[in-house]
């Protein structure tokens, strides 16, 4: 028989502390969801009270939020530049991570180091810049302008960096020998390997580009071609005092990226904890 560990009284203490801080601190970072979804039931009197939950929930915050005129445009814009902007990073910081890693080519340490600097210029100090390039590229108003900085990111291409070094130059080689182009190689052996820091940097730049806020506000001054953060600020629900409808739209816009999350927590775990 297995023989049961029995814990000293100080043990216990400091378990059951561990687990009384982890709680809390659990209530602390679920607390504004869980009043965000529960206010979305809130009719205009409930918000003058201090409440968590309403006693007669109104369902039509969500039919309001819903047929809003621009609601769908602003989902479709956000959804669209988003999933766009995630796959085209993350082919654009593979290949460049591969050609850091594996391949030789004059001035590589000198591109590298130019790109690595690159993370301590503040996004502010180029605003100006990037917007008036824009411009001038004719791409206000379009899904190319909002995602036009969002197609690289040198703390992601370390990241695949990194991964790409653990698995060695052994495959390459071999697959080198056996004719195979770089392009296979990178996706029938380096992408599988490297599945979980490839998901990461993906979900990362799809999460980020849809929460991006000032840039589509910047790009964008027609309310169809707008995005769902610079659109909820616009629908009006708060201005006519039906507070409940916008909380409503929130619920919608988080609720899939929660259910994201979820999905895929152990494949994050695994890149995380492999780096």
Request: aromatic share 12%.
């Given at each position: ?29 679920a607390f504004p969801l869980l ?34 005129g621009y609601f769908g445009s ?47 210029v503040p996004q502010e100090a ?150």
């Amino acid at each position: 028989m297995r023989k049961r560990v029995q814990r000293r009284p100080f043990d216990t203490f400091k378990y059951i502390l561990r687990k009384v801080i982890l709680l809390l601190l659990a209530v602390i970072v679920a607390f504004p969801l869980l009043y965000m979804f529960s206010s979305s039931f809130f009719s205009p009197k409930d918000f003058n009270n201090l409440r968590l939950f309403t006693v007669t929930p109104r369902w039509s915050n969500y039919a309001k939020a819903l047929g809003h005129g621009y609601f769908g445009s602003f989902i479709f814009n956000s959804i669209g530049t988003s999933v766009l902007a995630a796959l085209i990073r993350t082919c654009v910081v593979v290949l460049a991570a591969f050609a850091f890693t594996h391949l030789r080519f004059k001035g590589k340490n000198l591109i590298l180091g130019a790109l690595v600097l690159t993370l301590f210029v503040p996004q502010e100090a180029i605003l100006y810049q990037n917007y008036k390039t824009v411009a001038t590229l004719g791409m206000l108003n379009t899904w190319a302008g909002i995602i036009a900085t969002s197609l690289f990111s040198a703390a992601q291409m370390l990241l695949l960096m990194g991964s790409f070094v653990s698995h060695g130059m052994q495959a390459y080689d071999a697959a080198r020998i056996d004719g195979a182009s770089d392009i296979r190689y990178i996706w029938d052996v380096l992408l599988p390997l490297s599945g979980p820091a490839v998901l990461t940097v993906m979900i990362q730049t799809l999460i980020t580009t849809f929460n991006n806020y000032l840039w589509p506000l910047l790009v964008t001054n027609r309310p169809r071609s707008r995005t769902i953060q610079v659109g909820i600020t616009m629908l009006g629900f708060s201005e006519s005092g039906e507070t409940g409808a916008q909380m409503a739209a929130l619920v919608m816009v988080t609720v899939p990226f929660l259910v994201i999350m979820a999905l895929a927590k152990k494949r994050i775990e695994t890149a995380l904890i492999s780096k």
